[in-house]
């Protein structure tokens, strides 16, 4: 009986000793965090409206790929504890995310492929979708590569062959199809995901994997080559120069796939963040104003790390042919005296050089433009990232000797209308910064540097696919909410 006494006191004791310390120490988890303390809060109704009232939700992409790291990034910057939280959504592939923003209930933002509505409407998919959708704004540009034997060249070579195009909700199927198509390629499409397509590759099952995504692509950079593979070409032919830009992939993106110093030339597309177009004066529509306002306040952080490096890409203010833009947003950018860069100057820019009469045809002419636009897009964004760093390089190399940078690729497909201008020497490249002046000018590349952040003009034309700003068009109808 004692023994039992004893420990009984023990027992009591101890319990004693525990809510002393808890006493101490004043341990209340609900005082650690706002998550932690709407969880012990889970239940009334000031805390239900409080979660659903801010909080957004952005549908990205699968696991591995660049719309989640975007998203991931979203709500690393933007989040802002009770006034806004984004909450990213893993996805299935951009028609899914398509149908998805459409009829999925609680979906508010999310990121597709520019042809995807393009693509659902001419196959009969779906009919004035566009007229449902805004978009906030034009992301990046997602290269195609084509992982394949060495025995394959370019997407030419595979006519007739095996090629897998990813799974039938995704991005990748349908700007792999629409560039087939236009071509006048017939292959042999398979639908693969993509992790289980390179093993098929490597097995000798396929001739091709196709990806669609921003360099440099996790399944790409991970595909363990033997030696017997590399990225084969895509022309950037007439077909495609009405929705697609040249690019160029060299071996920093891909090591494992080309050789060192060498470069591939392919085809991009952008990728648009995209939102339901929802009546004005809705819940809905105030919550995309919540975001819009956080998003673009905080844009710069998102261009420097340790974020995504195709943040570097994005100019907000870019137009987006055949896209309406949320009105949120472009009321935003009108603010603050954000612009896309002018046709005006373009214009001014082909009278002043005779060189321009010898663009063939309109198409020529809008082809160089939308180079013109990705380039000055890029420059802007780039200037943002790292104005000083770049002009400290400007001002040492106007005295300092440098290697030249690598010349337009006059023999290839991808530049035909800026490529005559610079073979008629009505324009010439700065060797330091890519920066295009009259030849008459001979003092154009000292003064290159400091002219190139006031009035960039075309050096490069690599980028995303953008035109004329849509917004000047008819309103499309307002389609009813979900």
Known sequence: MRQYRGMFAAMIMMACGVAAHAEQTNYDPAKVSDSLKAIFQFGSVST?????????????????????????????????????????????????????????KGVDLGIVRADTLDYLEKKGFANDIKNQFTYVTKLYNEE????????????????????????????????????????????NFVYIEQRIAMEKLKKGDLDAVIVVGGKPYVSVTTFNNDGRFHLAAVDYSKPLQSDYLPATLTSK???NLIPEGETVETIAVPSVL????????????????????????????????????????????????????????QQWLDKHGVEPVKRQRFEAFLQENPAAANIQSEADTE?????????????????????????????????????????????????????????????????????????????????????????????????ISITDHPSSGSPGRQPVPR
Request: charged share 20%.
């Open 48 to 104: 239900k409206k409080a979660l659903n009232a801010n909080t957004v939700t952005l549908l990205t992409g699968t696991i591995g790929g660049t719309y989640v790291q975007f998203g991931a990034d979203l709500a690393s910057v933007v989040d802002d504890g009770g006034n806004l939280r984004v909450l990213p959504i893993i996805g299935r592939g951009s028609v899914q995310s398509v149908a998805d923003i459409l009829f999925l």
């Open 144 to 187: 195609m590569q084509v992982v394949a034997p060495k025995t394959i060249k370019s997407l030419n070579d595979l006519e007739g062959k095996t090629v897998s195009v990813d799974l039938p909700n995704g991005g990748t199927f349908v700007t792999a199809l629409t560039v087939f198509e236009r071509l006048g390629i017939k292959a």
């Open 367 to 463: 082809a160089l433009f939308r180079q013109f636009q990705a380039w000055a897009a890029e420059r802007n964004a780039q200037a943002q990232v790292g104005s000083k760093k770049v002009r400290d390089h400007a001002s040492q190399s106007a005295t300092q000797a440098a290697p030249p940078r690598h010349p337009p690729r006059r023999s290839h497909p991808a530049r035909p209308a800026l490529g005559t201008l610079t073979e008629q020497g009505a324009v010439t490249e700065c060797e330091h910064h890519g920066y295009r002046r009259d030849r008459a000018d001979p003092d154009a590349c000292n003064r290159a540097s400091e002219e190139a952040w006031r009035n960039p003009f075309p050096g490069a034309t690599q980028g």
């Open 253 to 255: 993106d891909y090591p």
């Open 274 to 329: 995209a939102a339901y177009n929802w009546a004005p004066n809705t819940e809905r529509r105030r919550k995309l104003a919540l975001f819009v306002d956080a998003f673009f306040t905080k844009f710069a952080a998102l261009q420097n790390p340790p974020f995504h490096p195709k943040w570097k890409e994005v100019s907000l203010p870019a137009p987006l042919a055949g896209w309406n833009r949320l009105p949120l947003a």
